[in-house]
């Protein structure tokens, strides 16, 4: 019986190079989208799937993280003095639990790999997720985020998680790629992985998108593993390390992925969140519209 996945590693060390100069002073993972930061919709759906214990793997200049789930006393005084009930309701309830965050560094890039490795201390002896904060998700037709769904699969099947989804075979050279040993519908074990194949050479159409259940072992293969691509420690060639003596599963998740680490996925996201709100969806539907009425 596999144990209960209780904590989620958020790695947000990254510079966020892609949506520059929105990142040169502000953490992408602080921009909004909506009316809440990129790294806020990934702790709802870490919250919604029942994680308890959110880590967070930082860098410099990422203390603005750390403030925003923390208690802000000016804000929220001047808030109740003015009878803000709704906003004030609001600031309480997206707050942590005292103890329930915990902040690590990683101190230079190395990569996602490193990145996960450097919770390790403060995960311990327990399996527990890793959320990519850059992909944020919104449910499908199962009406649970993509987390969920993953920590379902893993009560089912113990093991690995790795949630997947199609893409455009011409598109499989620029994402983590799995290939499928036995398929069980909407889960699968997982036969191989392969990072970024050369057009034409994909193993399946189902990429790797963001979410991940993972054994602890992965600690000590991510502590002795060669750098791969880019010079960086890689997550992908440690899970295909573990994979040797582990079991992976992979879930197609089915519902919507928004990569707000691209500046065309950020609007993209803003505008699936947006539509998605019933306070704003409405409103903001009949001004889309206008809008493309007259492109």
Not at 106 to 125: E, F, K, M, S, T
Request: with cysteine.
């Amino acid at each position: 019986m596999s144990k209960r996945v209780r904590k989620a590693v958020f790695p947000v060390a990254g510079l966020g190079t892609r949506v520059l100069p929105a990142t040169k002073a502000v953490p992408k993972e602080m921009l909004t989208v909506v009316d809440r930061p990129v790294l806020q919709h990934a702790v709802e759906e870490a919250r919604e799937a029942g994680i308890e214990h959110f880590v967070f793997v930082t860098g410099r200049n990422k203390a603005m993280i750390e403030d925003h789930f923390d208690m802000a006393y000016e804000l929220e005084d001047t808030l109740q003095k003015r009878g803000k009930v709704k906003e004030y309701s609001e600031l309480m309830a997206d707050l942590p639990a005292a103890g329930a965050t915990s902040f690590t560094r990683q101190q230079a890039p190395l990569g996602l790999g490193h990145a996960v490795w450097c919770a390790r201390d403060i995960i311990g002896d327990e399996p527990f997720a890793v959320i990519l904060p850059d992909m944020i998700t919104l449910p499908g037709a199962r009406k649970t985020r993509c987390l969920a769904q993953c920590l379902e699969a893993h009560e089912k099947h113990g093991g690995n998680i790795i949630a997947v989804e199609e893409v455009p075979p011409e598109d499989t050279h620029m994402y983590g790629v799995v290939s499928v040993a036995q398929d069980f519908g909407q889960t699968f074990e997982i036969g191989g992985m392969v990072e970024k194949p050369a057009k034409g050479t994909a193993p399946s159409n189902l990429i790797i998108s963001g979410r991940y259940v993972l054994e602890p072992e992965i600690f000590k293969i991510l502590e002795t593993i060669e750098k791969g691509a880019g010079g960086e420690i890689q997550l992908t060639d440690g899970m295909k390390k573990l994979s040797e003596s582990q079991k992976f599963f992979g879930v197609r998740f089915d519902g919507r992925t928004c990569d707000t680490g691209s500046k065309l996925g950020f609007l993209m996201a803003n505008v699936h969140f947006a539509m998605e709100r019933s306070d704003l969806g409405p409103a903001f539907k009949a001004e889309l519209k206008k809008i493309l009425a007259g492109l």
